[in-house]
Antibody, heavy 122, light 109 residues
């Protein structure tokens, strides 16, 4: 059973960098699939942040690209998110998920972490 | 990039059939995937690809697509199906980006 677990500070000050890690169990990141970060501000919808392959190839949401870095550590079977220069608008539940590819090259996220709330406040 | 549009809210009588739609240019090229999210919980994949259900998802959930519109159909809605539903697709610009719809709140009456 594939499981993902987010970890990191629940409170970050404005202008600082948000850092989260997603630990994967039950599946080796090196075996394939892309791995992604998705966030959800309180009471709002889902927003894709970016995805990474075990080789290190990354794809970022254009609206966040200048502030986002996603990295992978295959030795620890985990991947990480850094979001710089945060503001209150970055307050959200942050999810990590596994991204698969289906018919016609379509994407889906089949396994999700439970999510972690990050609040940006001084 | 692409956008996906969903109706904010839909209601259905218990036991009846409901269709939740998602519109966007990317859906002319790629299938949508659909997620169910209940309050305080992570999203759960219910439909992906042409019309695939992950293990454990009831067969009352089905997906279809026509032109720029993808649909999630629940045949015989149950009280436990009351939730937010999100569609998701690959961006059609060819850059491997991902887009989500704004979500539909389903109320089972």
């Amino acid at each position: 059973q594939v499981q993902l677990q987010e970890s990191g500070p629940g409170l970050v000050k404005p202008s600082e960098t948000l850092s989260l890690t997603c630990a994967v169990s039950g599946y080796s990141i090196s075996s394939g699939y892309y791995w992604g970060w998705i966030r959800q501000p309180p009471g709002k919808g889902l927003e894709w942040i970016g995805s990474i392959y075990h080789s290190g190839s990354t794809y970022y949401n254009p609206s966040l690209k200048s502030r986002v870095t996603i990295s992978v550590d295959t030795s620890k079977n985990q991947f990480s998110l850094k979001l710089s220069s945060v503001t209150a608008a970055d307050t959200a539940v942050y999810y990590c998920a596994r991204r698969g590819i289906a018919a016609a090259g379509s994407y889906y996220f089949d396994y999700w972490g439970q999510g972690t709330l990050v609040t940006v406040s001084s | 990039s692409s956008e996906l549009t969903q109706d904010p809210a839909v209601s259905v009588a218990l036991g009846q059939t409901v269709r939740i739609t998602c519109q966007g240019d990317s859906l002319r090229s790629y299938y949508a995937s659909w997620y169910q999210q209940k309050p305080g919980q992570a999203p759960v994949l219910v439909i992906y690809g042409k019309n695939n259900r992950p293990s454990g998802i009831p067969d009352r959930f089905s997906g279809s697509s026509s032109g720029n519109t993808a649909s999630l159909t629940i045949t015989g809605a149950q009280a436990e199906d009351e939730a937010d539903y999100y569609c998701n697709s690959r961006d059609s610009s060819g850059n491997r980006h991902v887009v989500f719809g704004g979500g539909t709140k389903l109320t089972v009456l």
